[in-house]
Nanobody, 113 residues
Framework: VQLVESGGGLVQAGGSLRLSCAAS????????MSWFRQAPGNEREFVAR????????WYADSVKGRFTISRDNAWNTVYLQMKNLKPEDTAVYYCNVHNLDYWGQGTQVTVSS
């Protein structure tokens, strides 16, 4: 299984970014997918999850209303649209096959104040 995240970068507070995670080596449409993030000195934390068919989503309270997770099973890709970014959103963002120990290399998101 390979997960490749992209789309991170440096953005000012209040800005937006869209992260992508391309998956291979698995039947993508059979699995829920999640996004996690890890800031320096902190534990990796849950951000969002989406069911295999895209019909249900869950979010951490800290991002609810600002982030949207989505997926395109035809392209084996999961997305994280992030709006109204805050400095506390600064972290390395990882995608994950839900409940499995498969992780990408992460993409850095830095939000300046």
């Amino acid at each position: 299984v390979q997960l490749v995240e992209s789309g991170g970068g440096l953005v000012q507070a209040g800005g937006s970014l869209r992260l992508s995670c391309a998956a291979s080596g698995l039947t993508f449409s059979n699995f829920d997918m999640s996004w996690f993030r890890q800031a320096p000195g902190n534990e990796r934390e849950f951000v969002a999850r989406i069911t295999e068919n895209g019909l249900s989503t869950w979010y951490a309270d800290s991002v609810k209303g600002r982030f949207t997770i989505s997926r395109d099973n035809a392209w084996n890709t999961v997305y994280l649209q992030m709006k109204n970014l805050k400095p506390e959103d600064t972290a390395v963002y990882y995608c994950n096959v839900h409940n499995l120990d498969y992780w990408g290399q992460g993409t850095q998101v830095t939000v300046s104040s």
